[in-house]
Antibody, heavy 117, light 111 residues
Framework: QVQLVESGGGVVQPGTSLRLSCAAS????????MHWVRQAPGKGLEWVSI????????YYADSVKGRFTISRDNSKNTLFLQMDSLRAEDTAVYYC??????????WGQGTLVTVSS | QSALTQPPSVSGSPGQSVTISCTGT?????????VSWYQQPPGTAPKLMIY???NRPSGVPDRFSGSKSGNTASLTISGLQAEDEADYYC???????????FGGGTKLTVL
């Protein structure tokens, strides 16, 4: 059974950093691209970033470009999102999701990041 | 502002059919048959319901169907059930700055 478990969320002050992790199991992690998608409280889904199966390509939403870095460790079946220079508008539940060809077919339960002074 | 446009809400009675629209542009919906639909009941993670415009993953009831015409995709839920009450999001591959773009979401209420 495919499982994606996010961790690393919490309450942080503006301007600080946080690193999210997504532990994958139940499938061959190194064969799949992975995404981060976030959802601000009471709002819709916002795509954040994608990383190719081998880490060779990475893309970011304009809202996080230059501040967030996506990475992965295929030997540990883990996806990461390094978030720097956090802003209040980054407050959201962050989901990792598996990318299968043309869709996000499995999602984790999400981890809440709150940026507040 | 979301790149794909969905109605904020739709409603229907049990047994009825409802259709949710998703309007994009020539850079996304109109150019690719890579429209997906996700269901998100309150307090839960999104779940894939339709992919590549009209395909259903294993386990999704055939009451859920998808279609596309030009730059507008649609999700139809027939034989509405109480358990269908949720937020629904469309998404599409895009040639723009985003790899994936979502709609703003539609809240389905089962009366």
């Amino acid at each position: 059974q495919v499982q994606l478990v996010e961790s690393g969320g919490g309450v942080v002050q503006p301007g600080t950093s946080l690193r999210l992790s997504c532990a994958a199991s139940g499938f061959t992690f190194r064969n799949y691209g992975m995404h981060w998608v976030r959802q601000a409280p009471g709002k819709g889904l916002e795509w954040v970033s994608i990383i190719w199966y081998d880490g060779s390509n990475k893309y970011y939403a304009d809202s996080v470009k230059g501040r967030f870095t996506i990475s992965r460790d295929n030997s540990k079946n883990t996806l990461f999102l390094q978030m720097d220079s956090l802003r209040a508008e980054d407050t959201a539940v962050y989901y990792c999701a598996r990318w299968t060809s043309t869709r996000l077919d499995w999602w984790g339960q999400g981890t809440l990041v709150t940026v507040s002074s | 502002q979301s790149a794909l446009t969905q109605p904020p809400s739709v409603s229907g009675s049990p047994g009825q059919s409802v259709t949710i629209s998703c309007t994009g542009t020539s850079s996304d919906v109109d150019s690719y048959n890579r429209v997906s639909w996700y269901q998100q009941p309150p307090g839960t993670a999104p779940k894939l319901m339709i992919y590549d415009v009209s395909n259903r993953p294993s386990g999704v009831p055939d009451r859920f169907s998808g279609s596309k015409s030009g730059n507008t995709a649609s999700l139809t839920i027939s034989g509405l059930q109480a358990e269908d009450e949720a937020d629904y999001y469309c998404s599409s591959y895009t040639t723009g700055t985003l790899n994936v773009v979502f709609g703003g979401g539609t809240k389905l209420t089962v009366l």
